[in-house]
């Protein structure tokens, strides 16, 4: 343990080097000089008898062996950190709180209740980022992520949310006057806006007499942007299939109307991520248990 508190300055100083990406910014973070870093991290490789920085003129990047060292001592610091608010504070939830989610979720869903959070829990400071890429929890600091559909990181531990249910639907408007669809059948008459993932709009399937068809639709407007469809729909322009959060408020408010509820496939199973379960900070124990009350219903 000795070891380790004598190794403090040169794992801090690693650390802050990776995380701001140059030892000059991690000098500025740390209120030293560019030299004392470059010494510090130096002095660990040595001890370690391990290259973990490339360092060129312009940037660090880390090494293999230098990945996986960042990403234990990231979380042992952090952890620190941690144990430290929780001592300061009693136990109160205290200091940033790192959030990472889909641009549409969280401009549409999760933004909307994040007032509620931080009036409850007013020394937490939140840093919400949107990305459509799947984050690494550990290496980008991240403390917790909300993600749609399937995991493929299975080290992560997973809090279920509840479903996000696929809503086929349009504006009285453009029903009036092109007429509604009998059947999902009909839809090859209508203009149908498809969402976009890795580039191609994805196919429409319907449960029809027992089993799931795919409908050959066609449309004039795709996009990877639900909010992009979602303003298509209510400007009249055709039908698209979306997540229930993007367009629950406007169903209530019968600017659009949805079709083929009992038609539709299942739902995104919407999820909560972290990486540890042991040791929980108060902020992020306090934002778990806020996802449990506010944002499982879509």
């Not at 000089?33 to 003129?57: F, G, M, Y």
């Not at 929890?137 to 509840?162: F, P």
């Not at 479903?163 to 092109?178: D, G, I, K, M, N």
């Not at 995104?268 to 449990?292: G, I, Y």
Request: glycine share 6%; proline share 4%; with cysteine.
């Amino acid at each position: 343990m000795l070891n380790f508190f004598n190794q403090l300055p040169e794992l801090i100083a690693f650390v802050e080097s990776v995380e701001e990406g140059s030892f000059s910014a991690a000098a500025r973070s740390l209120g030293t000089t560019p030299s004392a870093i470059s010494k510090r991290v130096a002095k660990l490789e040595d001890r370690l008898s391990i290259r973990l920085l490339q360092r060129t003129t312009r940037s660090l990047s880390l090494t293999a062996e230098g990945t996986i060292y960042y990403e234990r001592v990231a979380r042992l610091l952090q952890e620190l950190d941690d144990a430290n608010d929780s001592i300061i504070s009693g136990g109160s939830p205290r200091g940033k709180l790192t959030i990472s989610t889909s641009l549409d979720f969280g401009q549409r869903f999760l933004v909307k209740r994040l007032p509620i959070f931080l009036a409850q829990y007013p020394e937490i400071e939140v840093n919400l980022q949107l990305t459509e890429r799947i984050v690494d929890l550990v290496t980008e600091g991240i403390d917790v992520a909300i993600r749609l559909g399937d995991l493929k990181d299975s080290s992560l531990i997973r809090r279920h949310l509840g479903a996000a249910e696929f809503v086929l639907c349009a504006s009285p408007e453009y029903l009036e006057t092109h007429g509604q669809p009998a059947t999902p059948a009909d839809l090859v008459n209508h203009n149908c806006m498809r969402y976009n993932f890795d580039g191609q709009p994805l196919s429409w399937e319907f449960l029809i007499d027992g089993s799931w068809q795919t409908i050959p639709i066609r449309g004039s407007f795709n996009s990877d942007s639900g909010e992009a469809l979602k303003n298509a729909v209510l400007n009249g322009l055709g039908f698209a299939r979306l997540l229930s959060f993007h367009v629950q408020e406007e169903l209530d408010n019968h600017q659009l109307v949805s079709l083929f509820a009992d038609q539709m496939p299942p739902g995104l199973m919407t999820q909560a991520v972290f990486t540890h379960r042991r040791n929980l900070s108060p902020r992020v124990q306090a934002f778990l248990e806020f996802l449990s009350v506010h944002c499982t219903v879509f």
